[in-house]
């Protein structure tokens, strides 16, 4: 993976862990209730796991093999 894409790509994950909580503060919920995703709530408890979930894993990822880059000697700037 080209390390360039890796910064853009933790911010990517952040900004999804986070925007999922923003959304339910901007409807008048507490911080992460899924349940205001969807009409469903139970729909929404997934999706909001789901949502979460794969925020954390793109961003853990991406400051992971930066890390790795990093200690490797790997010029991180191409």
């Known amino acids: 993976m080209p390390p360039h894409w890796l910064h853009r790509l933790a911010a990517l994950g952040v900004l999804l862990y986070g925007g999922v909580?923003?959304?339910?503060?901007?409807?008048?919920?507490?911080?992460?209730?899924?349940?205001?995703?969807?009409?469903d709530p139970v729909h929404g408890q997934h999706l909001g796991v789901l949502l979460v979930e794969l925020g954390v894993g793109i961003a853990v990822f991406s400051?992971?093999?930066l890390i790795f880059y990093a200690f490797s000697g790997r010029d991180l700037r191409r």
Do not use: K, T
Not at 29 to 38: E, I
């Open 21 to 39: 909580g923003v959304y339910s503060l901007l409807v008048g919920r507490p911080f992460l209730d899924y349940s205001v995703l969807a009409d």
């Open 63 to 65: 400051v992971v093999l």
